[in-house]
């Protein structure tokens, strides 16, 4: 049971949520790097009026929250995470394909093989979409817990443009929104319609896509802004073609990235006009360890968890990577994984 929030906060989250309101959860299982303390308690509502009792109950109390999302790109302290931290359940994993185009109901079919279960289920004929040219966009929505690469799988199975570039990137879509992820020219940002989501108060506010001045690695939603769904517009194309562009993208992250071992992706932004995987190789630290932490000897800007790693000695390999290349190169590092936590 948690010491530091009230009583009164746990016992009304566990009135509706019963046993998916978790006091002194461990994150480590919850986060791609395995790493991570205890939450003072952990919720993970499965619809938007669960979510909605979980933020209105903690600004009730004043208590903090936080949004977990899928667990990639983020480093929790070891100590853990303060207030209320919110993992979206099954329940926000549904995609809706009501305008994809019914010519590629045959090759879904053939898709679904590689999808979870939430996804098959919604991988389902679709509705005809209207006759058009073959450039023709198409709206989908899927929810903020839906895995950002099997939509992208998804998506091509359709016969649908627009996200081939994400196939293998780890995360939700509700974190790919956050991050404006991105790879081989492609981002998240590209086709954004729309966002709709809850306040710090639980609330429902929807957000033209045009609202959340994406960025390099950024988005600006309101601040204590939850997703629940993005609606994504996507173009119909000849499917041979999006399936060859998926697939040379899978096979340079296959190639370029390290397997095997858990990690959080790319530790560091890359800076202008360079990469930051080259700097730290050039830096000399391919295979630097602290602790159970290495730095990647298939690529530099990625740091691996051998098995018991700490977020301290992850935290140590980033510190001593922008001290080096700053020495090195004279370019400052920034991190693009995210910190949170208590350290």
Do not use: C
Request: hydrophobic share 45%; net charge positive.
């Amino acid at each position: 049971m948690s010491h530091t929030l009230p009583a009164a906060l746990i016992d009304t989250l566990r009135a509706r949520l019963g046993d998916r309101a978790r006091p002194g959860e461990s994150l480590a299982r919850y986060t791609s790097f395995r790493i991570g303390g205890p939450a003072d308690v952990l919720v993970l509502p499965d619809t938007r009026e669960e979510l909605a009792h979980a933020l209105a109950t903690a600004a009730a109390f004043g208590v903090h929250v936080t949004l977990l999302g899928g667990g990639s790109n983020v480093l929790v302290g070891d100590a853990g995470m303060r207030g209320v931290v919110v993992k979206l359940g099954r329940g926000f994993a549904r995609i809706d394909w009501n305008h994809a185009p019914e010519a590629a109901r045959g090759s879904a079919r053939a898709g679904r093989r590689g999808l979870g279960a939430s996804e098959e289920r919604s991988a389902a004929p679709a509705a005809r979409a209207p006759d058009g040219p073959p450039d023709e966009s198409i709206s989908i929505q899927a929810g903020a817990a839906a895995q950002l690469g099997r939509l992208a799988r998804a998506a091509v199975a359709h016969g649908l443009a627009g996200l081939e570039y994400a196939e293998g990137i780890p995360g939700t879509v509700g974190g790919a929104l956050f991050m404006n992820a991105g790879a081989y020219g492609g981002e998240v940002a590209h086709a954004v319609e729309s966002v709709e989501g809850l306040e710090r108060d639980g609330r429902a506010l929807d957000l033209p896509g045009h609202a959340l001045a994406f960025g390099y690695r950024r988005s600006a939603l309101p601040p204590g802004f939850v997703v629940t769904a993005v609606r994504f517009r996507l173009r119909r194309a000849e499917p041979g073609q999006v399936r060859s562009r998926m697939d040379e993208a899978r096979a340079r992250r296959t190639a370029a990235q390290p397997h095997g071992r858990a990690n959080a992706g790319s530790i560091f932004k890359n800076p202008n006009g360079d990469h930051a995987g080259r700097l730290i190789e050039v830096a000399g630290l391919k295979g630097a360890r602290a602790g159970r932490a290495r730095i990647s000897e298939r690529h530099a800007n990625f740091i691996v968890n051998e098995g018991g790693a700490r977020a301290a000695d992850v935290k140590v390999l980033m510190d001593v990577a922008q001290r080096v290349v700053w020495e090195r190169s004279g370019v400052w590092l920034e991190p693009e994984v995210q910190l949170v936590g208590s350290w």
